[in-house]
T-cell receptor, first 114, second 114 residues
Framework: EPEVTQTPSHQVTQMGQEVILRCVPI?????FYWYRQILGQKVEFLVS????????KSEIFDDQFSVERPDGSNFTLKIRSTKLEDSAMYFC????????????FGPGTRLTVL | GNSVTQMEGPVTLSEEAFLTINCTYT??????IFWYVQYPGEGLQLLLK?????DKGSNKGFEATYRKETTSFHLEKGSVQVSDSAVYFC?????????????FGTGTRLLVSP
């Protein structure tokens, strides 16, 4: 069964460093998302991506964040200069259908900023 | 804006006990509502969903009914198993959301003992 994969599973970085979180969505999907969950808090929407551009972003997704689909398979989230408060679990998701349908999630990357 | 409220966890039950996890929402119109489950070390998986009032979603013995009058989508299972131990997330997609942004509750951890 096709699945969304994410790498790495755990990333530890120093404050101020750049990190890139990688996702491989399901191959025929067209809509891509990043969400995050700070420990003990809600899963929060960060950004959606369709047709090679951002379709919606939350207020969390400021200039320090960027997303890219560099080739036909990967979907990346870059944090330019990490802060302590960026420590969270980051989930990638994808779906092949427009409308209010199931999103398929990856296992997440736990980011720890020291 | 749209929001989801879930009961606090953890919920601790013995095997074969009856489960209810409460979920209420705030949204205009008729959102689509979902229950996702996260097993240890894995990503979020769709458990069940409903797209209109009085719809009942069901899967793996779990059920939830979309109640517009009480703005609720409570998750129930008649007899839980140890393998049901996981974190359960209630979520919705708003009626007028073009790119399917999911709004999540905080998640409820279920622990089932033999």
């Amino acid at each position: 069964e096709p699945e969304v994969t994410q790498t790495p599973s755990h990333q530890v970085t120093q404050m101020g460093q750049e990190v890139i979180l990688r996702c491989v969505p399901i191959s025929n999907h067209l809509y891509f998302y990043w969400y995050r969950q700070i420990l003990g808090q809600k899963v929060e929407f960060l950004v959606s991506f369709y047709n090679n551009e951002i379709s919606e972003k939350s207020e969390i997704f400021d200039d320090q964040f960027s997303v890219e689909r560099p080739d036909g398979s990967n979907f990346t989230l870059k944090i330019r200069s990490t802060k302590l408060e960026d420590s969270a679990m980051y989930f990638c998701a994808s779906t092949g259908l427009a409308g209010r349908n199931e999103q398929f999630f990856g296992p997440g990357t736990r980011l720890t900023v020291l | 804006g749209n929001s989801v409220t879930q009961m606090e966890g953890p919920v601790t039950l013995s095997e074969e006990a009856f489960l209810t996890i409460n979920c209420t929402y705030t949204a205009t119109g008729y959102p689509s509502i979902f229950w996702y489950v996260q097993y240890p070390g894995e990503g979020l998986q769709l458990l069940l969903k409903a797209t209109k009032a009085d719809d009942k979603g069901s899967n793996k013995g779990f059920e939830a009914t979309y109640r517009k009058e009480t703005t609720s989508f409570h998750l129930e299972k008649g007899s839980v198993q140890v393998s049901d131990s996981a974190v359960y997330f209630c979520a919705l997609i708003g009626e007028n959301t073009g790119f399917q942004k999911l709004v999540f509750g905080t998640g409820t951890r279920l622990l089932v003992s033999p």
